[in-house]
Nanobody, 122 residues
Framework: QVQLVESGGGLVQPGGSLRLSCGAS????????MGWYRQAPGKERELVAS???????NYADSVKGRFTISRDNAENTVSLQMNSLKPEDTAVYYC????????????????WGQGTLVTVSS
């Protein structure tokens, strides 16, 4: 079973920046659409940003102009650069791949990471 592993969360002051990264636990041939989701306490999980295999991006209105999603197809990783962070960005951030093809040619769908906590507070 392949899993996604996130890193880069932590505590940051309002207006600060963090960079989240996500990679796979096994050798990967390719990802398809990659996305970052977040879930704040008492709220439903929501899409923050996504990026297709060709590089097309999509952002939630609440993060447009502040967050940037990118991917490295050679390394099979995806990152989320978060700038001008606000307290309302506080949440557990999850990486997702709608499908992953391993080097063994196995296909996994809807793969999630374990989440990384981002806390924005003074």
């Amino acid at each position: 079973q392949v899993q996604l592993v996130e890193s880069g969360g932590g505590l940051v002051q309002p207006g600060g920046s963090l960079r989240l990264s996500c990679g796979a636990s096994a050798r990967i041939y390719s990802f398809n659409v990659m996305g970052w989701y977040r879930q704040a306490p008492g709220k439903e999980r929501e899409l923050v940003a996504s990026i297709s295999s060709g590089g097309s991006t999509n952002y939630a209105d609440s993060v447009k102009g502040r967050f940037t999603i990118s991917r490295d197809n050679a390394e099979n990783t995806v990152s989320l650069q978060m700038n001008s962070l606000k307290p309302e960005d506080t949440a557990v951030y999850y990486c997702n791949a709608d499908s992953i093809r391993t080097v063994g040619w196995r296909l996994y769908r809807d793969v999630w990471g374990q989440g990384t906590l981002v806390t924005v507070s003074s």
